[in-house]
């Protein structure tokens, strides 16, 4: 079974939609990331957590949201999704700052 | 302005080939980690290099650590289809100690 799992893996939704983006790990791991990826444009940092009580804005959290329901779960939302944000979002989690990140498989998300 | 700059962009390559691509930074970083990203997938690490002018192997890839800590280069020997990915390298950098990634670099080897 795979470490990070991220549901749903595809979503098409219209403008204006809220949106729920979940990730789970069974790394142990106390930090989680989310990221988005745009063509040319790299990963981006949403947000990230170091614990369930720490919750940091990353350079993208406009338009985001996030919940730290457990150690294991971290959910990424959109409250009114925009075309802009159609991306392929990642979830991650690690030890610490500078240790390996493990990647979930990706969610691409399509707003019309 | 971009922390890390990572080219080519884009490199396609005949199997068999040799290739060198590129992570360079005006920042210093106190590690520097590089991921193959495959398509459908999420980034999977490859190697971490911590010390300056560090080289360290991974089969036919070959990674080095700038001597000043703010570049690093990635050299595939005899490439192959299974290389094709996006490679991207991802630096330490800073009191917050965040990583960030660059842009990556798209390499398709051609059978």
């Known amino acids: 079974d795979a470490d990070v799992t991220q549901t749903p893996r595809n979503r098409i939704t219209k403008t204006g939609k809220r949106i729920m983006l979940e990730c789970s790990q069974t790394?142990?791991?106390?930090?989680m990331y989310w990221y988005r990826q745009d063509p040319g444009l790299g990963l981006r940092l949403i947000y990230y957590?170091?614990?369930?009580?720490?919750?940091n804005k990353g350079e993208i959290s406009d338009g985001y949201s996030v919940s730290r329901q457990a150690q294991a779960k971290f959910s990424l939302s959109l409250e009114s999704a925009i075309p802009n944000q159609t991306a392929l979002y990642f979830c991650?989690?690690?030890?610490?700052?500078?240790?390996?990140?493990?990647f979930g498989p990706g969610t691409r998300l399509t707003v019309l | 302005t971009q922390l890390l700059e990572q080219s080519p962009q884009f490199l396609s390559i005949q199997e068999g080939e040799n290739l060198t691509v590129y992570c360079n930074s005006s920042?210093?970083?106190?590690?520097l980690q590089w991921y193959r990203q495959e398509p459908g997938e999420g980034p999977v690490l490859l190697v971490t290099v911590v010390t300056g002018g560090e080289v360290k192997k991974l089969k036919r890839l070959t990674f080095q650590f700038g001597d000043a800590r703010k570049d690093s280069s990635l050299h595939i020997t005899a490439a192959q289809p299974g290389d094709t990915g996006l490679y991207l390298c991802?630096?330490?950098?800073?009191?917050?100690?965040?990583?960030?990634f660059g842009k990556g670099i798209t390499l398709s080897v051609r059978p």
């Open positions: 991802a630096g330490v950098t800073g009191a917050n100690s965040k990583l960030t």
């Open positions: 920042s210093v970083f106190s590690s």
């Open positions: 790394k142990g791991h106390d930090r």
């Open positions: 957590s170091f614990d369930v009580k720490d919750i």
């Open positions: 991650a989690t690690s030890w610490t700052a500078v240790d390996t990140q493990y």
